[in-house]
């Protein structure tokens, strides 16, 4: 009986211990891009202009990016809104690794997340049959700015920019 309860005890511990671990995990590589940011764009035709944020939430077990962008008019399209919510969250080790993103265009995008060089954050989709692959690259610029560069590659290795930009850290 104390060998069935010492082991119960044990589970236990290791649960619980597990548990602890995932909800004090950091988000160190993470925390340079948590607060507001804003776009360097000028709104003007060609260049559109928004704003983005990632906070923590659900006491902190997930990062949550929510980013608004507006493209004025040109002559070959009619001004447009783009809106889109990503949600950053950890796997069992409480290693911030995957994403899920959604947007305004019934886009979903499944992310895995990688590190490199202490200044860049890569976000890369999951490979999926007949579909481009996405790549969404936030390197550290200085104390206050960072730059976003969206990629996508049809064969999975040569990539081409989409859209590329600068923004700035701003007050709450």
Same mark, same amino acid.
């Given at each position: 009986?104390?060998?069935?309860?010492?082991?119960?005890?044990?589970?236990?511990?290791?649960?619980?211990?597990?548990?602890?671990?995932?909800?004090?995990?950091?988000?160190?590589?993470?925390?340079?891009?948590?607060?507001?940011?804003?776009?360097?764009?000028?709104?003007?035709?060609?260049?559109?202009?928004?704003?983005?944020?990632?906070?923590?939430?659900?006491?902190?077990?997930?990062?949550?990016?929510?980013?608004?962008?507006?493209?004025?008019?040109?002559?070959?399209?009619?001004?447009?809104?783009?809106?889109?919510?990503?949600? +950053?969250?950890? *796997?069992?080790?409480? /290693?911030?690794?995957?994403?899920?993103?959604? $947007?305004? !265009? =019934?886009?979903?995008?499944?992310?895995?997340?990688?590190?490199?060089?202490?200044?860049?954050?890569?976000?890369?989709?999951?490979?999926?049959?007949?579909?481009?692959?996405?790549?969404?690259?936030?390197? +550290?610029?200085? *104390?206050?700015?960072? /730059?976003?560069?969206?990629?996508?590659?049809? $064969?999975? !290795? =040569?990539?081409?920019?989409?859209?590329?930009?600068?923004?700035?850290?701003?007050?709450?």
């Amino acid at each position: 009986m104390k060998t069935i309860i010492s082991m119960i005890f044990t589970v236990f511990l290791l649960t619980l211990t597990t548990y602890s671990q995932q909800n004090n995990a950091s988000w160190d590589k993470l925390n340079y891009l948590i607060g507001n940011w804003k776009g360097e764009g000028s709104g003007k035709p060609g260049e559109g202009e928004g704003y983005f944020s990632f906070k923590l939430d659900l006491d902190q077990n997930i990062l949550v990016r929510t980013s608004h962008s507006e493209y004025p008019a040109t002559q070959d399209r009619p001004a447009t809104n783009h809106d889109d919510l990503m949600i +950053i969250y950890r *796997d069992d080790s409480g /290693n911030p690794i995957s994403a899920i993103y959604f $947007d305004n !265009e =019934n886009h979903v995008i499944n992310y895995s997340i990688t590190f490199s060089n202490n200044k860049d954050i890569v976000f890369t989709s999951d490979k999926i049959p007949d579909a481009p692959l996405f790549r969404l690259t936030y390197s +550290i610029v200085d *104390d206050i700015t960072v /730059n976003i560069r969206f990629e996508m590659s049809r $064969d999975g !290795e =040569n990539f081409f920019t989409y859209i590329e930009g600068k923004a700035k850290r701003v007050e709450e």
